[in-house]
């Protein structure tokens, strides 16, 4: 039992939280897909970490954008660490709205893609604790969206001692079994992770490419096309479409 087992490792061996621990081999499967070390992935914090908003009923989530180094040289524990610091560092901030955050970074603006929401991963308990001193009933719904704001989000919910994921990404940007595959890949490196904790991030690759049995995906096949690679091209597709309507024009992706 994967979850089990993390939760047996994160406290012998990594001495970091699960979140991290899920969040770090997140990181390790971009860095393959994408052929790029450094990573910028946004993730979402709580936002009460002040007394007065314990009893406050209200949505205070705001999005972290985590910028990380994915070496190939660093073992799992080395690089679950330096990640858990940076977080931590980041939740020390977690005031900053994320509009500010854009605001003074003033990243270069992509057609049809928020800043720093290419890609998103997203960790959360839902183990409810019932509310029993306010006078009304509640029951919790998941709303299935048509369009997600992320070119590629991975939702993970932690709920009675099981891990579910859920994947959101851009049909136009990805097809449905690229997707699949880095669903697969990604439950592999987790539990290779755990597994291996004093391998190298560079081994792991190695081990996982050793234990393919199938030969549907090899190493140029997974690695010809970047993220980036599937924007432009999908934008050479649209590029004469119409992006916006003003009163007396219209304007292309041109």
Same mark, same amino acid.
């Given at each position: 039992?994967?979850?089990? @087992?993390?939760?047996?490792?994160?406290?012998?061996?990594?001495?970091?939280?699960?979140?991290?621990?899920?969040?770090?081999?997140?990181?390790?499967?971009?860095?393959?897909?994408?052929? %790029?070390?450094? %990573?910028?992935?946004?993730?979402?914090?709580?936002? !009460?970490?002040?007394?007065?908003?314990?009893?406050?009923?209200?949505?205070?989530?705001?999005?972290?954008?985590?910028?990380?180094?994915?070496?190939?040289?660093?073992?799992?524990? +080395?690089? @679950?660490?330096?990640? %858990?610091?940076?977080? =931590?560092?980041? #939740?020390?901030?977690?005031?900053?709205?994320?509009?500010?955050?854009?605001?003074?970074?003033?990243?270069?603006?992509?057609?049809?893609?928020?800043?720093?929401? /290419?890609?998103?991963?997203?960790?959360?308990?839902?183990?409810?604790?019932?509310?029993?001193?306010?006078?009304?009933?509640?029951?919790?719904?998941?709303?299935?969206?048509? !369009?997600?704001?992320?070119?590629?989000?991975?939702? @993970?919910?932690?709920?009675?001692?099981?891990?579910?994921? @859920?994947?959101?990404?851009?049909?136009?940007?990805?097809?449905?079994?690229?997707?699949? +595959?880095?669903?697969?890949?990604?439950?592999?490196?987790? /539990?290779?992770?755990?597994? #291996?904790?004093?391998?190298?991030?560079?081994?792991?690759?190695?081990? #996982?490419?050793?234990?393919?049995?199938?030969?549907?995906?090899?190493?140029? +096949?997974?690695?010809?096309? =970047?993220? %980036?690679?599937? #924007?432009?091209?999908?934008?050479? !597709?649209?590029?004469?479409?119409?992006?916006?309507?003003?009163?007396?024009?219209?304007?292309?992706?041109?």
């Amino acid at each position: 039992d994967i979850y089990r @087992v993390l939760k047996k490792q994160s406290r012998e061996i990594f001495s970091a939280t699960i979140t991290t621990i899920m969040f770090a081999a997140y990181f390790i499967v971009m860095r393959q897909f994408s052929n %790029q070390e450094k %990573q910028v992935i946004t993730t979402t914090y709580a936002g !009460r970490n002040r007394m007065e908003f314990d009893q406050v009923i209200g949505y205070f989530v705001n999005m972290l954008p985590i910028a990380a180094q994915v070496n190939g040289t660093d073992t799992c524990v +080395e690089f @679950v660490n330096k990640l %858990q610091n940076i977080c =931590t560092e980041a #939740y020390d901030h977690s005031d900053i709205s994320f509009g500010r955050i854009v605001d003074a970074i003033a990243p270069i603006q992509e057609i049809g893609i928020a800043p720093f929401q /290419q890609t998103v991963f997203i960790f959360q308990n839902d183990n409810q604790i019932p509310l029993t001193s306010i006078d009304f009933t509640y029951e919790g719904k998941r709303i299935d969206n048509q !369009r997600t704001k992320s070119s590629f989000l991975l939702e @993970v919910t932690e709920k009675d001692n099981k891990l579910k994921g @859920v994947i959101e990404y851009s049909t136009e940007l990805f097809e449905e079994s690229t997707v699949l +595959e880095f669903s697969r890949r990604y439950r592999e490196a987790l /539990q290779e992770v755990i597994k #291996y904790p004093e391998k190298t991030i560079d081994e792991i690759y190695n081990i #996982y490419h050793m234990e393919q049995e199938d030969g549907q995906y090899s190493d140029e +096949e997974l690695n010809e096309d =970047t993220l %980036q690679d599937l #924007y432009y091209q999908t934008l050479e !597709r649209f590029v004469n479409d119409i992006a916006c309507i003003s009163r007396d024009s219209n304007i292309s992706y041109q």
